[in-house]
Nanobody, 117 residues
Framework: QVQVVESGGGLVQPGGSLTLSCVVS????????MAWYRQTPGKQRELVAG???????NYADFVQGRFTISRDNAKDTAYLQMNNLKVEDTAVYYC???????????WGLGTQVTVSS
């Protein structure tokens, strides 16, 4: 049984920082690509950042230089360090798990990030 649990969201002022965490159970983490997506009401879910099981990263243009994705295979956890947050970063952030050796993908329930003064 695979479970994906995000945490770390909250309310932060513009220019502030937050770190999101995504813990994955089910013994699939080390062989999975991980990604963070975000969604606001009325919009499609969009990719924020991804990291392969080998550690290669990719970022959406709108977070380049501000967000950093990382992973700790020993803790089955992926992270999203978010710096210099902007009001437009306000969204529900979702963790996505894509195993290398399975056609399935898994999602967490999301964590709310609100950037407001």
């Amino acid at each position: 049984q695979v479970q994906v649990v995000e945490s770390g969201g909250g309310l932060v002022q513009p220019g502030g920082s937050l770190t999101l965490s995504c813990v994955v159970s089910g013994r699939i983490f080390s062989t999975s690509a991980m990604a963070w997506y975000r969604q606001t009401p009325g919009k499609q879910r969009e990719l924020v950042a991804g990291i392969t099981n080998g550690g290669t990263t990719n970022y959406a243009d709108f977070v380049q230089g501000r967000f950093t994705i990382s992973r700790d295979n020993a803790k089955d956890t992926a992270y999203l360090q978010m710096n210099n947050l902007k009001v437009e970063d306000t969204a529900v952030y979702y963790c996505n798990v894509t195993p290398t050796f399975s056609p399935n993908e898994y999602w967490g329930l999301g964590t709310q990030v609100t950037v407001s003064s």
